[in-house]
């Protein structure tokens, strides 16, 4: 792939990666400094009964659906060091990215990590807050830079499945 191609991938996935950083931390801010959602816990958004969206707090000390969780001070720390390490190995692989959706998925998964060691900084946990649920099973608290990841890594599995072989190793073809 040509080198101005994979500058401009990196250049997209960095620019989605600060959107949904900001997103992120915008969010976060309005839940906890307008919102007050830890004083008010719980406020009904769409639906009720079977199924629904709620603003919900909730301070997750561990990872993705809780794991890793712990609340020695270093814990948070060692989390973010983590999540740093892996922003930065996916910010070498989105700088050789082969097409604009992997750049752009890395750059979701970017911010979204980014945007979750700043709150272990800040918090020493990260703020999670939507609640989706459906006939009485709640789906894991979540926020936008949990959104974020999670899309990033379908659209990359999508990729890893439906990727195409260069040409020259596709049987019958010659290059």
């Given amino acids: 792939m040509a080198a101005p191609e994979q500058a401009a991938n990196l250049r997209r ?49 561990g990872v993705t659906f809780g794991l890793l969780s712990g609340s020695a001070p270093w814990h948070a720390w060692a989390l973010a060091a983590l999540a740093g390490a892996i922003a930065l190995f996916l910010i070498r692989w989105m700088a050789k990215a082969e097409n604009r959706r992997t750049a752009l998925a890395l750059g979701g998964i970017v911010g979204g990590a980014i945007g979750n060691v700043i709150d272990r900084a800040r918090f020493g946990a990260v703020v999670d807050f939507v609640d989706a649920y459906a006939w009485g099973w709640h789906w894991y608290v979540f926020n936008i830079a949990d959104a ?19 040409a020259t190793d596709r049987p019958g073809e010659t290059a």
Avoid: Y
Avoid at 19 to 34: R, Y
């Fill in 13 to 61: 996935g960095l620019i989605l990666a600060l959107l949904v950083l900001v997103a992120d931390q915008a969010s976060k801010w309005w839940i906890l400094e307008v919102l007050d959602l830890p004083a008010r816990r719980n406020v009904p958004l769409i639906g009720g009964g079977d199924f629904g969206l709620d603003l919900t707090m909730v301070w997750n000390r």
């Fill in 148 to 166: 974020a990841i999670v899309l990033g890594v379908v659209v990359l599995l999508i990729e890893a499945v439906t990727a195409r072989p260069p």
